[in-house]
């Protein structure tokens, strides 16, 4: 295994962290070696021990982080001196290293939490923290405490597109709900190793699910809203495999709460409830592979570089698959057996059909994201388009919102079936707003009017006391949310025009007036300031220390019935290029005339170089030198522009030659005339976008408030909820 640990002359205090992880490693074994012996007072200390521990390697991390510590090869590739605090903590888990030790570090506190507040039993306790020690392995072998082979004195800081708000909660959400649904993984093996079958293990597995589905749905939704407001991205969703490797055991986990609730009064379920917890767990070592082994590398703007570890982590989602498999293979004789359909009339018939349904569109979303791999088995790597997700899952999801309305309506077993007459109007009034929102294809209008049938449908059942309150949050938000994807999807349109400083345009019903750039004291953001029906907004872009862009986000605009997306075009403002050649003077822009005198290097320090070079510059009366320079680095050099005869316009130097006897120069307007210049500009339509984002509040309110509800009877709670 390649974990190397050295130590450096004054840099012991470095292995806090290393000693920390350490512990985790040991204390989490003698948890499992103290319930091997029956041991049960000795296990929970070990555990409790190795959640403290964990803190312990977190906060060296931090420490490290916020005292600007170079000497880590993390902090150096993550964090620098003026990086804002917000960043410095998202910079934890900015980087492949430091998220494995978050998600290490949740999982952790949580099987310390189980021992406080679970009644799971000893073969769980021994599965949790067995796996407990297979994540402390994984962040050894990828350490965050990794020493720096040479020292970048004030960092190389964090890439700007993770320079957002959203970054400081998305990640440790999504590890949240992976280390959560862990814990079904746990009971699902206890109740085969040691647990009679009696339903008891149910209720607690279901409420764990529950609260994992929410932070993982929870997890997804923060990104597509991350996505939404960055531009490159493909909007909140563009079915980027890294994207797709959350959904794929979120939606196995909404398989697993739905089959818990059919095993409470059908027991020959409960195969089928165990398969959906192993394979969910599977499912986040599995993508979890496919985003750190650099497989996707070239199929996704998310996933990580290529390293070793990818190996490491097949062989932990091998070592979950077989023995979650395996367990359930041998013990598949003591699986009650009995009817798990029922009638076609019955909920639970109608349950078992969507979540069939589901598991198809998961195998589609699988071998979409998948591609990459498979293809290269066979030959050239390829990716899928975008394209064969929205094929082949569409007419699935028009089919399952169906099952969704007419599933919650229906008795559990025998009874009347909830026939309100509004369901209908209100499943009319969905196909017509998709209508009236420009979709013209069949399918997405199906869509839109069946996401608002099971919306109104999960009303209706609550209103007849036969959905509880979380079903009704999660089932409207989900039917709620197929109808705003056709409207802000299907629905949505897109122009490009040109916009020229405060000149009102008439864009689908609004007046868009472009107010001119404006630029950031700091030098490192620029933003286009837009006027849309007289409210302001503004698309912001933040720029590398050489001046190109680095990341962009669009002017939103929040209207009524949907926003407006106005995403700037980057251009050239330059004004034109010179080579300059020793004590030699050549005309450049608007006359002025430049002479290259002299070059200077400075070291300063971490391998990096700054190179300025003295240009005098004359309009036949006025001399004035200018210094411009790059800051050479190992991995190239960054420039900023410097202004010229009293800010009349701007020169960058972007190269040297070997000889020094040589150098170029980019020529650009003044500030306030590339101000002025007019703008290029996408203007989209969003409508129905805000149903979207409150939509998923909804779901995840959803599950949060049925695991809170849940009652703690025999055979796992109470089958309203869902």
Same mark, same amino acid.
């Given at each position: 295994?390649? &974990?190397?640990?050295?130590?450096?002359?004054?840099?012991?205090?470095?292995?806090?962290?290393?000693?920390?992880?350490?512990?985790?490693?040991?204390?989490?074994?003698?948890?499992?070696?103290?319930?091997?012996?029956?041991?049960?007072?000795? +296990?929970?200390?070990?555990?409790?021990?190795?959640?403290?521990?964990?803190?312990?390697?977190?906060?060296?991390?931090?420490?490290?982080?916020?005292?600007?510590?170079?000497?880590?090869?993390?902090?150096?590739?993550?964090? #620098?001196?003026?990086?804002?605090?917000?960043?410095?903590?998202?910079?934890?888990?900015?980087?492949?290293?430091?998220?494995?030790?978050?998600?290490?570090? @949740?999982?952790?506190?949580?099987?310390?939490?189980?021992?406080?507040?679970?009644?799971?039993?000893?073969?769980?306790?021994?599965?949790?923290?067995?796996?407990?020690?297979?994540?402390?392995?994984? =962040?050894?072998?990828?350490?965050?405490?990794?020493?720096?082979?040479?020292?970048?004195?004030?960092?190389?800081?964090?890439?700007?597109?993770?320079?957002?708000?959203?970054?400081?909660?998305?990640?440790?959400?999504?590890?949240?709900?992976?280390?959560?649904?862990?814990?079904?993984?746990?009971?699902?093996?206890?109740?085969?190793?040691?647990?009679?079958?009696?339903?008891?293990?149910?209720?607690?597995?279901?409420?764990? %699910?529950?609260?994992?589905?929410?932070?993982?749905?929870?997890?997804?939704?923060?990104?597509?809203?991350?996505?939404?407001?960055?531009?490159?991205?493909? +909007?909140?969703?563009?079915?980027?495999?890294?994207?797709?490797?959350?959904?794929?055991?979120?939606?196995?986990?909404?398989?697993?709460?739905?089959?818990? #609730? =059919? %095993?409470?009064?059908?027991?020959?379920?409960?195969?089928?409830?165990?398969?959906?917890?192993?394979?969910?767990?599977?499912? &986040?070592?599995?993508?979890?592979?496919?985003?750190?082994?650099?497989?996707?590398?070239?199929?996704?703007?998310?996933?990580?570089?290529?390293?070793?570890?990818?190996?490491?982590?097949?062989?932990?989602?091998?070592?979950?698959?077989?023995?979650?498999?395996?367990?359930?293979?041998?013990?598949?004789?003591?699986?009650?057996?009995?009817?798990?359909?029922?009638?076609?009339?019955?909920?639970?018939?109608?349950?078992?059909?969507?979540?069939?349904?589901?598991?198809?569109?998961?195998?589609?979303?699988?071998?979409?994201?998948?591609?990459?791999?498979?293809?290269?088995? @066979?030959?050239?790597?390829?990716?899928?388009?975008?394209?064969?997700?929205?094929?082949?899952?569409?007419?699935?999801?028009? &089919?399952?919102?169906?099952?969704?309305?007419?599933? &919650?309506?229906?008795?559990?077993?025998?009874?009347?079936?909830?026939?309100?007459?509004?369901?209908?109007?209100?499943?009319?009034?969905?196909?017509?707003?998709?209508?009236?929102?420009?979709?013209?294809?069949?399918?997405?209008?199906?869509?839109?009017?069946?996401?608002?049938?099971?919306?109104?449908?999960?009303?209706?059942?609550?209103?007849?006391?036969?959905?509880?309150?979380?079903?009704?949050?999660?089932?409207?938000?989900?039917?709620?949310?197929?109808?705003?994807?056709?409207?802000? +999807?299907? +629905?949505?349109?897109?122009?490009? =025009?040109?916009?020229?400083?405060?000149?009102?345009?008439?864009?689908?019903?609004?007046?868009?007036?472009?107010?001119?750039?404006?630029?950031?004291?700091?030098?490192?953001?620029?933003?286009?300031?837009?006027?849309?029906?007289?409210?302001?907004?503004?698309?912001?872009?933040?720029?590398?220390?050489?001046?190109?862009? %680095?990341?962009?986000?669009?002017?939103?605009?929040?209207?009524?019935?949907?926003?407006?997306?106005?995403?700037?075009?980057?251009?050239?403002?330059?004004?034109?290029?010179?080579?300059?050649?020793?004590?030699?003077?050549?005309?450049?822009?608007?006359?002025?005339?430049?002479?290259?005198?002299?070059?200077?290097?400075?070291?300063?320090?971490?391998?990096?170089?700054?190179?300025? %070079?003295?240009?005098?510059?004359?309009?036949?009366?006025?001399?004035?030198?200018?210094?411009?320079?790059?800051?050479?680095?190992?991995?190239?050099?960054?420039?900023?522009?410097?202004?010229?005869?009293?800010?009349?316009?701007?020169?960058?130097?972007?190269?040297?030659?070997?000889?020094?006897?040589?150098?170029?120069?980019?020529?650009?307007?003044?500030?306030?005339?590339?101000?002025?210049?007019?703008?290029?500009?996408?203007?989209?339509?969003?409508?129905?976008?805000?149903?979207?984002?409150?939509?998923?509040?909804? =779901?995840?309110?959803?599950?949060?408030?049925?695991?809170?509800?849940?009652?703690?009877?025999?055979?796992?709670?109470?089958?309203?909820?869902?």
């Amino acid at each position: 295994m390649p &974990v190397e640990v050295r130590v450096a002359e004054g840099q012991g205090h470095r292995m806090i962290g290393t000693v920390f992880l350490g512990a985790v490693l040991l204390f989490s074994l003698g948890a499992v070696v103290c319930e091997l012996q029956e041991k049960r007072s000795e +296990g929970d200390i070990c555990a409790y021990l190795a959640g403290v521990a964990s803190l312990g390697a977190a906060a060296a991390l931090f420490a490290a982080i916020l005292t600007d510590d170079f000497g880590y090869a993390y902090v150096v590739s993550y964090s #620098s001196i003026e990086l804002p605090l917000l960043y410095k903590i998202s910079a934890f888990w900015a980087g492949q290293q430091g998220s494995f030790l978050l998600w290490l570090v @949740i999982h952790a506190l949580v099987g310390a939490l189980l021992v406080r507040r679970s009644a799971m039993g000893r073969a769980g306790r021994i599965v949790y923290q067995l796996l407990t020690a297979l994540l402390v392995f994984l =962040v050894l072998i990828k350490s965050p405490f990794a020493y720096a082979e040479t020292i970048v004195p004030d960092g190389n800081g964090m890439n700007p597109l993770l320079q957002d708000p959203w970054m400081a909660v998305h990640p440790p959400i999504i590890f949240m709900g992976y280390a959560l649904l862990a814990v079904p993984f746990a009971y699902a093996l206890e109740s085969m190793i040691a647990a009679p079958l009696d339903g008891k293990f149910l209720a607690p597995m279901r409420r764990w %699910a529950l609260v994992a589905w929410a932070f993982l749905g929870a997890g997804i939704f923060i990104g597509g809203y991350w996505a939404y407001k960055v531009l490159g991205w493909g +909007g909140y969703w563009g079915w980027d495999p890294v994207e797709n490797s959350s959904l794929v055991p979120w939606l196995l986990s909404c398989v697993l709460i739905h089959l818990i #609730s =059919v %095993a409470r009064a059908r027991r020959g379920a409960y195969y089928l409830v165990h398969l959906a917890a192993i394979f969910s767990y599977a499912f &986040v070592l599995y993508g979890t592979f496919l985003t750190r082994s650099g497989i996707l590398g070239d199929f996704s703007v998310h996933s990580f570089a290529g390293s070793d570890i990818g190996f490491y982590i097949a062989i932990a989602n091998g070592l979950v698959l077989l023995a979650g498999l395996g367990i359930l293979a041998a013990r598949i004789e003591r699986l009650p057996k009995g009817d798990v359909y029922g009638t076609h009339k019955s909920r639970a018939f109608f349950t078992l059909l969507g979540m069939l349904l589901i598991v198809f569109i998961t195998a589609v979303v699988f071998f979409g994201m998948s591609m990459p791999l498979i293809s290269g088995l @066979i030959g050239e790597s390829a990716a899928v388009d975008t394209s064969y997700y929205v094929r082949t899952s569409l007419p699935i999801a028009v &089919v399952l919102a169906l099952l969704m309305g007419f599933g &919650v309506l229906l008795p559990h077993a025998e009874g009347r079936v909830v026939r309100p007459v509004w369901i209908f109007v209100v499943t009319v009034l969905g196909g017509i707003a998709a209508g009236l929102a420009g979709v013209t294809e069949i399918a997405p209008i199906f869509l839109a009017a069946f996401g608002s049938f099971a919306a109104a449908a999960a009303v209706a059942a609550f209103l007849s006391r036969r959905l509880g309150g979380g079903g009704l949050l999660a089932h409207a938000g989900a039917g709620l949310a197929l109808l705003a994807f056709v409207l802000s +999807g299907s +629905g949505s349109q897109t122009t490009t =025009v040109t916009l020229t400083p405060d000149e009102p345009q008439e864009l689908y019903g609004h007046t868009v007036v472009y107010r001119g750039q404006a630029f950031a004291e700091s030098g490192k953001e620029k933003s286009y300031r837009y006027e849309v029906d007289g409210a302001a907004c503004e698309a912001v872009t933040k720029l590398r220390a050489n001046g190109e862009d %680095a990341a962009r986000e669009p002017a939103i605009a929040r209207t009524l019935l949907g926003d407006i997306y106005i995403a700037p075009t980057p251009t050239s403002a330059e004004r034109g290029e010179m080579i300059l050649h020793r004590n030699q003077t050549a005309m450049g822009v608007d006359d002025y005339a430049f002479r290259f005198e002299n070059i200077a290097y400075e070291p300063q320090g971490g391998g990096k170089t700054l190179v300025t %070079a003295d240009v005098a510059v004359t309009d036949g009366e006025t001399v004035e030198t200018a210094q411009p320079s790059i800051l050479a680095t190992e991995r190239g050099g960054t420039s900023q522009p410097v202004e010229v005869m009293g800010g009349k316009f701007r020169i960058r130097l972007t190269g040297v030659s070997g000889d020094d006897r040589d150098i170029r120069l980019e020529l650009l307007p003044s500030v306030d005339e590339e101000a002025a210049l007019p703008v290029a500009a996408s203007v989209s339509t969003k409508p129905g976008i805000s149903l979207l984002w409150l939509a998923c509040v909804l =779901v995840v309110l959803g599950g949060l408030t049925a695991a809170r509800r849940m009652p703690q009877g025999k055979g796992g709670g109470s089958e309203r909820e869902f």
